[in-house]
């Protein structure tokens, strides 16, 4: 008896091996991440919520609406910057990398926040601000100060008597000089950004131990993650070469992947990133599928996931071209087939809102299209980021006076275009759709005066559209944007296909309709989104009748493959 009880035990032991191992080799080859199956839902806190009413959100104001984010089913948040800034580039630019920017609260303030969100389930991803600081940092004082400081070799500095350096272009600055003078040591001192944003030098090896053990500070706090804010362009050819002409209008392509950069990354990964359950993504991609690989190969031991900007990049004033967006985001899906992994997203705090520029912002289609872009970015492979507001169908405010403005590189880019004696007028109709500001108006919470995100003056306008568009209205209609982004978001968690399964591209060369499968162990699902604000047929293979509607942004799917003006549906096979 005893005897068959112990060979009893063997063998389901034996069994409970081998169905471990095969569940195994199962996820070996999708090679499971908690990083790949988030949904990151992406919070700007400056206009999210303001709890004491000067006009600014703060951290206590994002700690009210926990159980709203929580409601979305988000797993992780990405929150811009809230370290101590002046904020010429609200919060951009770092002056204390470990303490909270007064506008936003305290310490106290943040640990409750984190704590607040692990206890919802949902992980925490910070800023890392690190190719420059903020002129007022106590580096670049010290640097600043002399010339043997022991901080001046944290920036790149150019001695005058040697002349003027070599040209690079600011992307801030008014006269887009990046070499700006300083009387005090005789010198020019770099920045891409703004004057106020000087670039740090990580070819010294002791500032980069300062970002590590800067980093290792908030990881022992317990955050989840870092975004690495534009440091594609952090290593720079310090012999400073002379770009050819006009190499302004493609800076990236001499910028960005700089002599160095991967080896400071493996670093980072050895010193802080290893020794943490964090999840990394660059912001930018490099300039070629190779670049981006290079940053994102799991055996490189650099970052987890690419971020690339062609995607965004698409929409124009005039529009843009569905075969294009196809073309983009298929190239990209193809990069990562095997190895990497990479961000899918349709805006950011640097875009105006994605309604306004990938969909149709009008009355009669601001819905259906803001549901079949969400649509789109929850079943494409990748790690989808959303922004806040998106959820709402937020449009761009498209202010027409310049004082409503309030971005660094649109007030500089304005001053310049009146010192060239630009079209000021083309140029304020180019920022009505494109300013990131527009991506940056207070969060339409409800109908009360200033959208319910302040008892104060805001500090950006707030959009007029506010009485219409708003959290608490779509919270109670269950055909609204933000109920059906809270359902495509569980659809997306339930389904493992649409994290993991192969893309496969149909119908491609159709001009108005994305049609794709997405296929995972003998599972299959269709994606059919029509991109155009009129009915547009779509010529597949499947048939329409048998398969099962997971979800779809009319209230009937159209089964003979003719979708009405932005129709989206997911179709189980
Ligand atoms: C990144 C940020 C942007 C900021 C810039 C300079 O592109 O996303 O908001 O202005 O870096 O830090
Ligand atoms: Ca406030």
Known sequence: MKKHLVAHLITTAMLVTLLSWSAAAQQQSINRKWWKEAVVYQIYPR????????????????ISKLDYIKSLGVNVVWLNPIYSSPNDDNGYDVSDYRNIMKDFGTMADFDELLKGLHQR?????????????????????????SRTSPYRDYYHWWNAERGKPTPRYSLFDVNHDAWRYDSLT???????????????????????????????FWADKG???FRLDAFQFAAKDTTWPKFPDGYEKNFSKYYAIGPHLHDYLREMNKEVLSKYNVMSVAEG????MKDAHNLVDADRHELNMAYA?????????????????????????????QKGWLSIFLANHDQARMVSRFGNDGPDFRSASSKMLTTFIMTMRGTPYYYNGDELGMTNAGFDKIEDYRDVATLNEYKHQQNIGGDMKAYMKRIAFECRDNGRTPFQWNSSENAGFTAGTPCIGVNRNYKTINEAAQDKDPNSILNYFRKMVELRRQNLVLVYGKYTLLDKTNPDVYAYT???????????????STSASVKISYDLEKAKVLICNYPQDSKDGTLKPYEAVVYEL
Do not use: C, T
């Open 309 to 337: 900007f062609d995607g965004v990049d698409i929409a124009k004033p005039e529009g843009y071209s569905l075969l294009h967006f196809k073309q983009v985001f298929s190239k990209w899906d193809s990069a990562f087939a």
């Open 121 to 145: 389930g949902i992980k925490l991803v910070m800023d890392l601000v690190v190719n420059h600081s903020s002129d007022e940092h106590e580096w670049f004082k010290q640097s600043r100060s």
């Open 518 to 532: 997405r296929q995972l162990n003998g599972k299959k699902l269709l994606v059919l989104l029509n991109f155009k």
């Open 285 to 288: 991609a490099g300039n070629s």
């Open 223 to 225: 955050i989840d993650g």
């Open 47 to 62: 206009s999210f919520m303001d709890s004491n009413g000067d006009g600014i959100g703060d951290l206590q104001g994002i």
């Open 186 to 216: 005789n010198a020019y001192y770099l920045h891409y950004f703004s004057r106020k944003q000087p670039d740090l030098n990580w070819e010294n090896p002791k500032l980069r131990e300062e970002v590590y053990n800067m980093m290792k």
